[in-house]
């Protein structure tokens, strides 16, 4: 192989300073034993120029410095003033950082998340029919930017959305408005807060948490405040209808070095045609999968990175929850058709209160 020139590598990396530290990283690991993915028996550090020039590796940041850059960027911002002010109270420790700053970041860019879900149709259609059957008033938690609300209300109900993030809410509200004086555009309801704490003061016949919401509830605390605060809303008939991916052992076990790539495309946030990549680092103490989605724009400038962090939760995981915590589990289905089976990679709970369980609405009369 010809000579390999500081130049080849600099053709695929972002500047000297990511060459320079991901030929370290890269040269380390070849010398404990890592498989060469460029042929040739080169020392490690040529080795590890050769794969950098041959695009097989690249650098990345690691997800505690992406979470870091991220609050960093928000400086002078609204959120940025708040995660501080959460930072003294609550997020002692960068793992309670990354997870509340993986439960914001993805939700701050509305006009790249309609575009990155435009195809995610199967839910839709779901909650479409459930709507039409309901026909009532109905609680969404987590409700976004209005992907699932707007046909839910077009389908003749009211619904009632709970959020925590400003931007989503406010592309919801501007989708409102364009609609301003259709029958459905008056049927929906924002309210914003997080679902761990909100109260309404108001019962629902069906209540539901869309689309991963719930898996950014972390820990037996969060869970056990968020299904109190159904309780309070759901009516003792009622319906909890919740859907949220299934861990797969093969997904979790990625490592967190290797990127996966999608074709470029152009961001409908800056224009700018990106190589988009993303990385998978799992927890498996704390069950939490931190995603991180970089895009790296093809015709020069900064590229970013954004977090999200998800918690894992396995299937019996669910029913203990539901079952401790006084619902019972009346349908689980599978990618929106059939039972919930081994290939499925998305499940529908549907759920209600424990029957003979006091509710709170019953003891207070
Ligand atoms: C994947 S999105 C789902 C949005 C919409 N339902 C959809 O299907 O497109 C998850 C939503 O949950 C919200 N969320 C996450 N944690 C929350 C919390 N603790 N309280 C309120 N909303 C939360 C996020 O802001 C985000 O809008």
Redesign the pocket.
Known sequence: MARVTVEDCLAHEENRFALVVLAAQRTRQLMRGAQPLVPGKNKAAVMALREIADSKVHWHRNSQEVVQEWIDQQEGKLLGKLLRLASRKALRSTVDQALWVG??AH?DDPVY?TKT?AQRLE?VAFYRTLAAQHRKELL??????????VVMAQAGCRVVG????RP?LDSLRATLDQARGEPWARRIELVE????EVRLSRRFSLILC????FL??YTRSDVESFLERVKEHLTPEGRFVFDISIPRAEDLARSPDRTYGVPRFRHPTTGQVVRYTERFDYDPVRQVLHVVMEFHPVRGGESWAVPLTHRQYFPQEIDALLHYNGFEVEEVLGDFEGPLGRYSDVGIWTTRLRRGRKTSASRKK
């Open positions: 439960s914001r939700y998340y879900y839910d969404e938690y987590g409700v976004g930017n209005g992907r699932l609300a709970i959020d925590w993030s989503m807060g997080d679902m761990r869309t689309f991963n919401t950014h509830l």
